[in-house]
């Protein structure tokens, strides 16, 4: 199979890609981290062939604190995946940050716990400037595209990542936003860097469903719960597949990721052998 260049992790309400009556191939991946959250499935989208990935699972059965995120990241990875652009709900703290709106996030917050987060947990010590967490050229390559399809855009901002599945508490809410993040999500931690150990770019677009637990003058009227995002999510679906189309079209031709770890490191990590043969 020919090497592919861009994926597309889809997250809640972003479950297909590709219309059915594409062409479109189905590869399963096995990885040394055990199975990935679904099928790889390979089509086109613009012209240029693209993997999809179900971060939840095709069936959104995967709960964020579940996902195999080092599976997904090395199944890409393996493929010859150098850019990935992913979508996520997320959760509005800040002002710029309201409901209906697409933030580009070019910073985060970890807030997790206990979340395998690094593909360098053994004898190869490896360190990752993290700095920049998402890739630059990707975010304004995204930001471009929101952009041209006339949306309303915020092209930086900081995410929170929680632990999840619970949504924050609205002292939690307060504390994120005085700390100075936008947004509240679930799921951007490890992905970002993950990716990046990886050799890989990766950009999120994020869409805002609510005001988390309410705004800081304490209106709740689109304060979170299940029901909202998933709502509001599936009728930002043709949006966001658009969106998700013109950042894949704005990537340039000769796009290269940045290089934050040894090539040879991340080429071990590659040759690492499966799960199932590491079980027999």
């Known amino acids: 199979m020919t090497a592919l260049r861009i994926a597309v992790i889809g997250g809640s309400g972003l479950y297909r890609l590709f219309d059915e009556r594409d062409d479109i191939e189905t590869v399963t991946v096995e990885t040394p981290y055990g199975p990935p959250s679904g099928p790889i499935r390979i089509g086109r989208v613009g012209g240029r062939r693209v993997a999809f990935l179900a971060r939840h699972g095709e069936d959104h059965a995967l709960a964020p604190h ?143 469903t609510d005001t988390d637990a309410g705004t800081a003058a304490g209106d709740t009227a689109d304060a979170v719960d299940a029901a909202r995002v998933l709502e509001r999510m599936a009728q930002a679906g043709p949006r966001l597949r658009s969106a998700v189309a013109a950042t894949i079209a704005e990537i340039p031709t000769g796009y290269r990721p940045r290089t934050l770890i040894p090539a040879a490191a991340v080429q071990r990590v590659l040759a690492a052998p499966l799960a199932a043969e590491q079980s027999r």
């Open 66 to 208: 579940r996902i195999p995120y080092r599976a997904n990241l090395w199944a890409l990875a393996s493929l010859g995946v150098c850019a990935i652009v992913t979508s996520s709900a997320v959760g509005g703290i800040s002002d710029r940050a309201r409901p209906g709106t697409f933030l580009v996030p070019d910073q985060l917050i970890d807030r997790t716990a206990g979340r395998p987060d690094t593909f360098f947990d053994g004898d190869d010590v490896q360190h990752l400037a993290a700095a920049e967490p998402f890739d630059p050229v990707l975010c304004r390559a995204a930001a471009r595209a929101l952009t041209g399809l006339g949306e309303e855009v915020v092209p930086n901002g900081t995410t929170v990542v929680i632990q999840g599945p619970r949504f924050s508490t609205r002292a939690e809410s307060g504390w994120y936003r005085a700390a100075g993040a936008d947004i509240v999500n679930m799921t951007q931690y490890p992905e970002a860097v993950l990716a990046a150990e990886l050799g890989m770019g990766l950009v999120t677009i994020a869409f805002v």
